[in-house]
């Protein structure tokens, strides 16, 4: 059963999900990025090309041509076609639960210090704990 994992009270959703992505590749960890929609996903498209001058993310959308060899695809839709090959983690910066959770291994959804997207965070949590996933629970900015 998919691991999820809730990243809560995160101030900048793209540039954690950029740390979080940037530490996964390191582990040589294939990743599947969700975003709320078209302008979230460029967002973060621009960010992976230049939240630091020392990484490199090789990332694509889902849908293009080159995704079942580039380790972290982004995506706005959660009915898109996925490669086999990206079945480790899931990062989810979207306001909604999914659809395709049970291919993943583990799951983080990243949840802002907004009160509609931490209500919404809090729905899914709920939601999941009530089908007996496994969750775990980390506070951005707590040790």
């Given amino acids: 059963m998919t691991r999820i994992d809730f990243h809560t009270n995160v101030p900048d959703k793209v540039a ?3 740390r979080l992505v940037r530490k996964a590749w390191a582990a040589n960890h294939r990743v599947v ?3 709320d929609d078209a302008a979230q996903l460029a967002e973060l498209d621009a960010a992976m090309w230049t939240f ?6 090789p990332h694509v959308v889902a849908d ?3 995704a079942a060899h580039t380790p972290i695809l982004l995506t706005d839709n959660d009915e898109a076609e996925l ?4 079945t480790e983690l ?3 910066l979207s306001r909604r639960a999914p659809r395709n ?4 291994a583990r799951m983080i959804e990243v949840i802002s210090s907004e009160e509609d997207d931490a209500a919404e965070g809090r ?10 996933y496994p969750l775990t629970h980390f506070v951005a900015g707590k040790s």
Avoid: I, W
Wanted: one cysteine or more; glycine letters at 0%; charged letters at 15%.
């Fill in 16 to 18: 954690y999900a950029c």
């Fill in 33 to 35: 990025l969700m975003t």
């Fill in 52 to 57: 630091s001058a020392t990484d490199f993310l």
């Fill in 64 to 66: 293009d041509a080159l």
């Fill in 83 to 86: 490669p086999h090959t990206h």
């Fill in 90 to 92: 899931l990062v989810n």
């Fill in 101 to 104: 959770v049970t291919r993943f």
């Fill in 123 to 132: 729905k899914r949590y709920v939601a999941y704990k009530q089908q007996a």
